[in-house]
């Protein structure tokens, strides 16, 4: 079991930056991989980037460029830097740990097996 807290959340102005931390109770190397995802209302849960114990990294082609996702082993935790943001980004923003691929509808999709309790990100115009 592991539990993911985020924090950092907030308002801030359209061209504003913020950095959202994800803590997790274990080591993050223990995990396969983290990400945030997002969503905003009336939409679907879309991600925004992910990690792997390797360091690898992918992001949504709407934020590349503009986040990246980061971690501090020592601290357990993965952070995400939004920089350049705009009323579109929006959303909760949660933190995920330990995807598995898995198949719907045809396609291979990974999922996320642990999920904090998300943070309010709100970017005025």
């Known amino acids: 079991q592991v539990q993911l807290v985020e924090s950092g959340g907030g308002l801030v102005q359209a061209g504003g930056s913020l950095q959202l931390s994800c803590a997790a109770s274990?080591?993050?190397?223990?995990?396969?991989?983290m990400a945030w995802y997002r969503q905003a209302p009336g939409k679907q849960r879309e991600l925004v980037a992910a990690?792997?114990?390797?360091?690898?990294?992918n992001y949504a082609d709407s934020v590349k460029g503009r986040f990246t996702i980061s971690r501090d082993s020592a601290k357990n935790t993965v952070y995400l830097q939004m920089n350049s943001l705009k009323p579109e980004d929006t959303a909760v923003y949660y933190c995920?740990?330990?995807?598995?691929?898995?198949?719907?509808?045809?396609?291979?999709?990974?999922?996320?097996?642990?999920w904090g309790q998300g943070t309010q990100v709100t970017v005025s115009s």
């Open positions: 995920a740990a330990e995807r598995r691929l898995t198949y719907s509808s045809g396609s291979a999709v990974y999922e996320y097996r642990y």
């Open positions: 274990r080591s993050i190397f223990s995990l396969n991989a």
């Open positions: 990690i792997t114990s390797g360091g690898s990294t």
